[in-house]
C-alpha cells in the first residue's frame, strides 16, 4: 500500500512565501501531482513531478526527491485567493492515483 | 475542467433510494475515475475504467455500481447498500503520459 503524509493546516501571510511538505512511502513510484482544492469545488492540477528536482510554473514550484520520498509544494508571493486545501498525489506503477488528506492553507492579511 | 461534466450539483434522496450520478467528457479520453471525498477525509477511489467495456473496483467499491458502455460516459450509481452515502462525489479524466487527471465540477450528494 501507499502511505503520504502532509499537515493538516498551514497559516501564512498575503505576500510571503509558503512551503507545504509531502512526504511519502510507495513501491514503484511513478510520478507525485499536487492540486489545489477551494472550498466547495473540484481540485484543479497544478504541478506534477517524476524526477528529481525543482518544476517551476510562475508563482508556484513544486520539489521532489525519490530517495528520500519526499516533495514539496512552494508558493511565493501569497495572495488571498491562494487560500485553499493542496492535495499531494503519488502515482505507482499503473495504478490510479493516491491522494493525501491534503493541507489546507489559510492566508492572511 | 472544461469538457467534463457532473450533473447535477446537488442532489437530494431519501434513504434507501439508489441514485445515479452522471459523468461525461467530450474529450476523447480513455481512462475515467471515481472519487469520494468526505471532510478530512481526501479524495478515496471508488472505480476506474481504463477502456470502454471494462472497470475495476477500487478502494472503496463497496455499495456503488459503475458501466462504461461508452467512452464518454461512466455513470455510478449509488446503492441503498451504501451505508454512508452523503459526500461530494468526484469524476476525473486521466490524460496518457503520467495519468495527470483532471476533475468535473462534482456532485454534492444528501441522503435524508
Known amino acids: 500500500g501507499q502511505n503520504i503524509d502532509q499537515p493538516t493546516e498551514m497559516t501564512a501571510t498575503e505576500g510571503a512565501i509558503v512551503q507545504i511538505n509531502c512526504t511519502y512511502q510507495?513501491?514503484?513510484?511513478?510520478?507525485l501531482f499536487w492540486y489545489q482544492q477551494h472550498a466547495g469545488e473540484a481540485p484543479t492540477f497544478l504541478s506534477y513531478?517524476?524526477?528529481?528536482g525543482l518544476e517551476e510554473k510562475g508563482r508556484f514550484s513544486s520539489f521532489l526527491s525519490r530517495s528520500k520520498g519526499y516533495s514539496y509544494l512552494l508558493l511565493k508571493e501569497l495572495q488571498m485567493k491562494d487560500s485553499a486545501s493542496y492535495l499531494c498525489a503519488v502515482r505507482s506503477g499503473n495504478t490510479p492515483l493516491v491522494f493525501g488528506k491534503g493541507t489546507r492553507l489559510s492566508v492572511i492579511a | 475542467d472544461g469538457g467534463i461534466t457532473q450533473s447535477p450539483k446537488y442532489l437530494f434522496r431519501k434513504e434507501g433510494q439508489n441514485v445515479t450520478l452522471s459523468c461525461e467528457q467530450n474529450l476523447n479520453h480513455d481512462a475515467m475515475y471515481w472519487y469520494r471525498q468526505d471532510p478530512g477525509q481526501g479524495l478515496r477511489l471508488i472505480y476506474y475504467?481504463?477502456?470502454?467495456?471494462?472497470?475495476q473496483k477500487g478502494d472503496i467499491a463497496e455499495g456503488y455500481s459503475v458501466s462504461r458502455e461508452k467512452k464518454e460516459s461512466f455513470p455510478l450509481t449509488v446503492t441503498s447498500a451504501q451505508k454512508n452515502p452523503t459526500a461530494f462525489y468526484l469524476c476525473?479524466?486521466?490524460?496518457?503520459?503520467?495519468?495527470?487527471?483532471?476533475f468535473g465540477p462534482g456532485t454534492r450528494l444528501t441522503v435524508l
Open positions: 475504467s481504463q477502456i470502454v467495456n471494462d472497470f
Open positions: 513531478n517524476v524526477l528529481d
Open positions: 476525473a479524466i486521466g490524460v496518457p503520459g503520467g495519468d495527470t487527471q483532471y
Open positions: 510507495t513501491s514503484g513510484f511513478n510520478g
